[in-house]
């Protein structure tokens, strides 16, 4: 049975319905207390970072309160990426951290994502103990008013993870004679993310640095990467780098204007690293992974396996294996060595410290040939559609269709009222085929 309130990726939704109040934060803040605050005998500290919506305006006092209620006390931190705020977490050893986002989705969205004191995102096993909690109609959650948790607003949140990233590299390391198209989504990485790269000398050529709490993700960011192709041209850089909402994705783009997703990117550093003799273990994919992938990495006798989608099940299958790569190719990669969940502006710094050397963005990264694939999202009113008779009856007909050709996936997003169909082969008429026949079903 799935979680009530976690998704893939924590809870998310649109702001004043459903999950999304003022009212379920407080209840959220009050059960994450509730439950951290016997984990650790010191003192209960939760940190809280959020991206630029205008909703995180309302939320977060909500969120801060409830912590508060539950005996939490509370930092919070302004804009900052995800992986800065796991990393802050561990740093500070606070009992939790709480990331207030709904990372690439438009400004109308927000939600939670919740790690533990390791700086990891929380296990399902944890999200539905937290749930009970939530629900619960026990006022004993609420702490006597002695015991009430203190609030304080840090203010060098991103200057202390810009110093955590940048230990990773060599002090001489520098992007001098390099030019950059960086695209921050005007989410959570508007501030980190140029002040890094024009710290070790690159020239930065800056979009999305201006959030006004409706323009995140607004035709701009890693889903929208035809702002960093455009640019690449008019300013003749040498690479452009897209991030997301939250700044947990990375979608890149090489000199010649050609976009590169996670999965090229997976793959260079795979085989780097392999050669650098940093790899361990092997590469963790997801089932929406290309196929070529794969099979680059089986030639490079690299061990790769699959998760469900979402970094948290990529993470945890890394730590089950013992491997320290793994990601997505929406862009979500996480570098174990590094890292507890993906950072776009992590993996852009691992990538152009490898291109230092002058090396051509377009010899690096495009390391394999994909399998053509297609991908479709349906929004629907019901997610549940596709366990209907008549669902299910098309993606057996589709499925026989595609046998022996190529690779079908649907599955219903775990962040919007979305059903994704993904199919791959190299014959194009049998992919829009079994994807119209899904369409059928489904409309």
Same mark, same amino acid.
């Given at each position: 049975m799935g979680n009530k309130y976690f998704g893939t990726?924590? *809870? !998310?939704?649109?702001?004043?319905?459903?999950?999304?109040?003022?009212?379920?934060?407080?209840?959220?803040?009050?059960?994450?207390?509730?439950?951290?605050?016997?984990?650790?005998?010191?003192?209960?500290? /939760?940190?809280?970072?959020?991206?630029?919506?205008?909703?995180?305006?309302t939320l977060e006092p909500a969120l801060v309160s409830g912590l508060a209620s539950g005996g939490m006390n509370v930092f919070t931190l302004g804009p900052l990426p995800t992986n800065g705020l796991a990393m802050l977490t561990k740093l500070m050893k606070a009992n939790m951290g709480i990331m207030i986002t709904a990372s690439h989705n438009a400004f109308y969205d927000n939600g939670l994502k919740l790690f533990g004191p390791d700086g990891m995102k929380l296990s399902n096993k944890i999200e539905k103990k937290i749930e009970k909690l939530i629900d619960a109609k026990n006022k004993n959650q609420l702490t006597n008013p002695k015991l009430l948790g203190r609030v304080k607003r840090l203010e060098d949140a991103n200057d202390k993870y810009i110093k955590i990233l940048t230990k990773n590299f060599p002090k001489n390391f520098n992007l001098k004679g390099m030019k950059i198209v960086l695209d921050c989504a005007n989410g959570? =990485?508007? #501030?980190?993310?140029?002040?890094?790269?024009?710290?070790l000398g690159a020239k930065v050529v800056s979009i999305g640095t201006k959030p006004n709490g409706f323009n995140i993700n607004d035709k701009c960011g890693s889903t929208y990467p035809l702002r960093i192709q455009q640019n690449i041209k008019k300013y003749k850089a040498h690479v452009g780098i897209s991030l997301d909402g939250d700044a947990d994705r990375i979608i890149m783009c090489d000199e010649k204007g050609k976009i590169i997703n996670g999965d090229q990117i997976i793959a260079m550093l795979a085989k780097r690293w392999k050669n650098k003799k940093i790899l361990r273990g092997g590469v963790v994919g997801t089932l929406m992974s290309n196929y070529g992938l794969?099979?680059?990495? !089986? #030639?490079?006798? *690299?061990?790769?396996?699959?998760? %469900?989608?979402?970094? %948290?099940?990529?993470?945890?299958?890394?730590?089950?294996?013992?491997?320290?790569?793994? =990601?997505?190719?929406?862009?979500? *990669?996480?570098? =174990?060595?590094?890292?507890?969940?993906?950072?776009?502006?992590?993996? /852009?710094?691992?990538?152009?410290?490898?291109?230092?050397?002058?090396?051509?963005?377009?010899?690096?990264?495009?390391?394999f040939k994909p399998l053509p694939q297609a991908l479709e999202n349906i929004v629907v009113s019901d997610k549940n559609i596709i366990n209907s008779h008549k669902c299910k009856k098309a993606i057996k007909k589709a499925s026989n269709i595609i046998k022996n050709y190529g690779r079908l996936l649907i599955r219903k997003s775990g962040t919007e009222p979305i059903i994704r169909v993904m199919v791959e082969s190299h014959d194009k008429k049998l992919v829009l085929k079994c994807i119209k026949i899904i369409k059928k079903s489904i409309k």
């Open positions: 990726d924590g *809870i !998310r939704g649109t702001v004043n319905q459903a999950n999304i109040t003022g009212e379920k934060f407080f209840k959220f803040g009050l059960a994450s207390a509730t439950y951290f605050k016997n984990q650790k005998k010191n003192k209960q500290v /939760a940190i809280i970072a959020k991206d630029t919506r205008l909703s995180g305006y959570a =990485g508007y #501030k980190a993310g140029p002040k890094l790269l024009k710290s794969e099979n680059f990495l !089986r #030639k490079e006798k *690299i061990s790769f396996v699959r998760s %469900k989608v979402g970094d %948290k099940y990529v993470k945890e299958k890394m730590k089950k294996l013992n491997f320290n790569l793994g =990601g997505e190719q929406s862009g979500h *990669i996480i570098l =174990g060595k590094f890292a507890t969940t993906g950072d776009g502006i992590m993996v /852009a710094l691992e990538v152009l410290f490898a291109l230092r050397k002058r090396k051509k963005a377009s010899e690096l990264l495009n390391v």
